[in-house]
C-alpha cells in the first residue's frame, strides 16, 4: 500500500513540474513549415473575451482579418483599437527596421501581457498571424463555437522569413474541374502552410475552363467531354469572369497569388472542337477523358496561320485583364510536330521566318507569344520544353522533367527557373513513389546549382495532374499531407531541416487538417 502511495506522490511531484507556471496548460509548439528562429520563454498568454486588437490603420484589414480566423470557435469579436488599450492585445505593426526580413518576413513576440507581430510589409503580418493560429489549440480551427477551451498561447519569441519566394500549388482544372469552393478550401489550406502561388491549369485537351467573352464557344462547347463517355457534369465546367475576380480576390487576401496558364501550342485540342480552324487539318474534334483518347494529342494549333496568333492574343488579353499576377503561364510543353512537319502552311512559316526546323517552329512560336506578353507588361513562364529550339532570355522556366543539362542552360542563361521536377513534385504520383519523406527530401539547390546563378531559382512548386484522382478526396489525398513537407523545403532554410523532427510535428497537423475540411492520409 505504501508503495502505492510513493508511486502516485512522485506521479503527481513530476507532473506538476511539467505544468507551466502559470497552471494553465499549453500545446506544444508544432509549426510548420519552421520558423528560422524560436526562443520559448516561460509563461503564457490567454486571450479572454477582454482581449483586443490593436492595429496600424494601414493594417486595420488584416486586423479584421486576425478577428475573423479567432471569432467562431472562440465566440469572442475581438474590438480593434479599443481606446487606452495597451495590456491583453493582439498588435499588429509596421515597421521600416524589418526590411532585412523582405516583404514576407515578420517577428512574432508572445508575453504574458500582449501578442506583438511585426513586419515590414503586410504580407508579413499575414504570415505571422498564420503562426498564430498554429500556436492557439487546435479548436482555434472549428468554425463554431468550442466550449471549455482555454485559448493559451506560449510565450515565444520568433524572427521568420521565406528561403524561396516562390512556394506553389499546380492544380490541373482540364482533365477534371475544380469548382470555386473547392479552389478557396485549397487557398485556405496552403496558406495556412505559407505557400504563395495557386498555379491555375485552365486549358489542356480534356477542356477549356475560363470564360473569354471574344470566343464564347470555348466554354459553350470546349469546356463539355462528348456525351458518349456520360461523365459526371461536376467534372466539366469553367469559371466565369465573375468566379475568377472573386478567386483573385480570395487568394489575394491570403498572400496568395493566381497564376494562370493557358496552354499551347500543343495540348490545344479541345479548341478544335469549338474552333477547328485553328488546327492544321480543320477537322472538328470532340474532348474525350484523359484515360479514353490520346494521352498526348497530335492535334495542336498551327504555327503557320495568322489567325491562331490573333486568336490567342485576343484570349491572352482578356487573361491578363482578369489575373494582377505579373506572369502568365503558357504551358509549352509536349507539342507534338507530326502535323507542322506535313502542313503546308508551318513548313511556309519555317522557311520565311529562316528557321531551321519544326523545333525552332516552336521556339519562333514562344517568342513571338512573349512579345506580345511582354508588351502588355507580363512575364512569360512556361514548361522546361520551352528551351527546345533556344529559350528567350526573359521567359521563367518550370523545370520538370528533371533533365540537369536543360536546367544548367537555363541558369548559365539567366533565366530564372521554378522547380517542379516530377521526382519529387509530381502530386498526381503514388506515395509508393513519391512518399512525403521523399518530398521533404527535396533541396533544390544542389552544391552544383550553388555555384550556376542561384539567386535565379525562384522556388518550388507541387504539381497535381487531374487524370487519375478525379474526386475531392481522392485529391486530397494525393496533395495532403505531402504538401506540408514541400511547404517546409520552400520556407525553412536547409540546416534547420530535419526530418525526424518534421514528422514528429507533422503527427500534431492531423487535426489542422481535419478541421480545415482537408481529407487526408494519416501522419
Ligand atoms: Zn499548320
Not at 497552471?23 to 498568454?45: C, D, H, M, N, Y
Not at 458518349?228 to 487576401?253: F, Q, T
Not at 548559365?412 to 512525403?436: A, E, L, R, W
Not at 504538401?483 to 540546416?495: C, F, K, P, R, S
Amino acid at each position: 500500500m505504501k508503495k502505492v502511495i510513493w508511486i502516485s506522490f512522485l506521479i503527481v511531484m513530476l507532473s506538476s513540474f511539467k505544468e507551466p507556471l502559470t497552471g494553465k496548460t499549453q500545446k506544444a509548439i508544432q509549426i510548420i513549415p519552421k520558423p528560422r528562429e524560436i526562443t520559448v520563454l516561460s509563461g503564457t498568454f490567454e486571450m479572454t473575451d477582454n482581449t483586443s486588437i490593436k492595429a496600424d490603420q494601414v493594417l486595420v484589414l488584416k486586423a479584421e482579418q486576425l478577428r475573423a480566423y479567432l471569432s467562431p470557435a472562440s465566440g469572442y469579436m475581438l474590438p480593434i483599437n479599443k481606446k487606452n488599450a495597451e495590456e491583453n492585445i493582439i498588435e499588429l505593426k509596421l515597421t521600416d527596421d524589418l526590411s532585412s526580413l523582405g516583404e514576407e518576413g515578420y517577428k512574432l513576440n508572445i508575453t504574458n501581457k500582449k501578442v506583438l507581430i511585426t513586419s515590414y510589409r503586410p504580407k508579413g503580418i499575414f504570415w505571422g498571424i498564420q503562426t498564430l493560429r498554429q500556436l492557439f489549440p487546435d479548436e482555434i480551427l472549428r468554425k463554431a463555437k468550442v466550449d471549455n477551451v482555454e485559448w493559451i498561447l506560449p510565450c515565444v519569441n520568433i524572427v521568420d522569413k521565406p528561403r524561396f519566394n516562390w512556394r506553389g500549388l499546380m492544380i490541373d482544372y482540364s482533365r477534371t474541374f475544380w469548382n470555386k469552393s473547392q479552389t478557396e478550401k485549397y487557398i485556405d489550406a496552403i496558406s495556412f502552410y505559407k505557400m504563395n502561388k495557386l498555379h491555375m491549369h485552365l486549358t489542356d485537351d480534356q477542356g477549356w475552363r475560363i470564360e473569354i467573352n471574344k470566343y464564347p464557344d470555348l466554354t459553350k462547347i470546349a469546356s463539355k467531354f462528348d456525351t458518349i463517355y456520360h461523365e459526371p457534369p461536376e467534372r466539366e465546367g469553367y469559371y466565369s469572369k465573375e468566379d475568377i475576380r472573386e478567386l483573385v480576390r480570395y487568394a489575394e487576401a491570403r498572400n496568395v497569388e493566381i497564376i494562370p496558364e493557358i496552354e499551347m501550342p500543343g495540348h490545344t485540342s479541345e479548341v478544335f472542337a469549338a474552333y477547328p480552324g485553328l488546327s492544321c487539318t480543320g477537322e472538328t474534334l470532340s474532348i474525350h477523358p484523359f484515360f479514353k483518347g490520346p494521352e498526348v494529342n497530335d492535334d495542336v494549333l498551327c504555327a503557320g496561320k495568322d489567325e491562331t496568333i490573333k486568336f490567342l492574343e485576343n484570349v491572352l488579353s482578356e487573361i491578363i485583364e482578369l489575373f494582377p499576377s505579373e506572369y502568365v503561364h503558357i504551358g509549352g510543353d509536349e507539342c507534338p510536330k507530326t502535323r507542322w512537319e506535313k502542313c503546308p502552311l508551318d513548313q511556309k512559316r519555317i522557311k520565311d521566318e529562316g528557321l531551321k526546323n519544326e523545333q525552332e517552329l516552336q521556339s519562333w512560336f514562344i517568342r513571338r507569344i512573349e512579345k506580345y506578353l511582354n508588351s502588355e507588361g507580363k512575364k512569360l513562364i512556361g514548361w522546361d520544353e520551352i528551351i527546345e529550339g533556344g529559350l528567350s532570355k526573359t521567359a521563367t522556366m518550370m523545370f520538370w522533367r528533371g533533365d540537369q543539362n536543360v536546367l544548367l542552360a537555363a541558369l548559365n542563361q539567366g533565366n530564372d527557373v521554378i522547380m517542379t521536377p516530377t521526382s519529387y513534385c509530381y502530386f498526381d504520383y503514388p506515395y509508393k513513389v513519391i512518399s512525403t519523406e521523399k518530398v521533404y527530401s527535396f533541396e533544390p539547390l544542389s552544391d552544383k546549382l550553388k555555384k550556376v546563378n542561384p539567386e535565379h531559382i525562384l522556388g518550388v512548386q507541387a504539381n497535381f495532374w487531374s487524370h487519375i484522382d478525379r474526386s475531392e478526396p481522392t485529391m486530397d489525398r494525393q496533395i495532403f499531407p505531402r504538401i506540408l513537407a514541400l511547404a517546409e523545403v520552400g520556407w525553412t532554410e536547409a540546416v534547420n531541416r530535419n526530418w525526424d523532427n518534421f514528422s514528429l510535428r507533422l503527427k500534431h497537423h492531423n487535426k489542422s487538417l481535419d478541421l480545415l475540411n482537408i481529407y487526408h492520409m494519416i501522419n
